[in-house]
């Protein structure tokens, strides 16, 4: 059992307990936004981790602009989030992946050198760990596309709005949807953030593409290794 498969499954193991603890308090709505905590954090469950349709409970938000020297103030609540049911879909996918990569890695750190060990599981375990690192890199993409839509809060809502018509729905309606209003924060982290983490902080995205690579070029280094002794021995007999 060599250290690189001993090393690639600690690696794989801690990602996908960390995948299945987002998974479970995503898919299981306890990213609630309550009005106790920064509206940052209230935005950011609003844009990604709260599908009120899916968890059965209506979030609400207090919002206050100055539009034209007036402020408006209204609380607003969506309906329907689609951005965030399609985060949950993210989610899914990403869980799936996770849980099926580390029985792989299981298997070819137990069973990876042995004869049937190369079609078996390091095929199996590579084409897995490529499609998560493919994954990956098109969340990412689909995060960083959300940046031009989530620069401000009222351009959340908007996008929150737009992807499905009549989706928030608020208390006052003479409230405006501004183009250009008074607002001293910019909000693109958030888009930014969920990119950055769906690469794996970019790091930890580099170094499971080696691992995949080593443990593809170590089990077929085994493959060939057996094909040859297999080979030495029908001769000898």
Known sequence: MSSLRVWSTFVILYQTIICLVISWYTLDCHFVPSSSELHEVTLIKLLYLYDPEACGRIPFYN??????????????????????????????????????????AIANMTHGQRHCGFYAVVVPFTITGLALLIVDLVYAGLFLQNVAHTDTQISILKFLNA???????WIHRSFPWPEQYVCDEDTTWISLLFAYISCRGVVQWIINFWFIKDNYYEGLAAFHRLQKEKSRLRSNA
């Open 63 to 104: 919002i206050t602009v100055k539009y034209n020297r007036e402020y408006y103030s209204t609380i607003m609540w969506p309906v329907t989030n689609k951005v965030a049911s399609n985060f949950r879909s993210k989610i899914r996918l990403w869980l799936c992946l996770h849980v099926v990569w580390f029985g792989l």
């Open 163 to 169: 992807s499905f018509p009549k989706s928030i729905r």
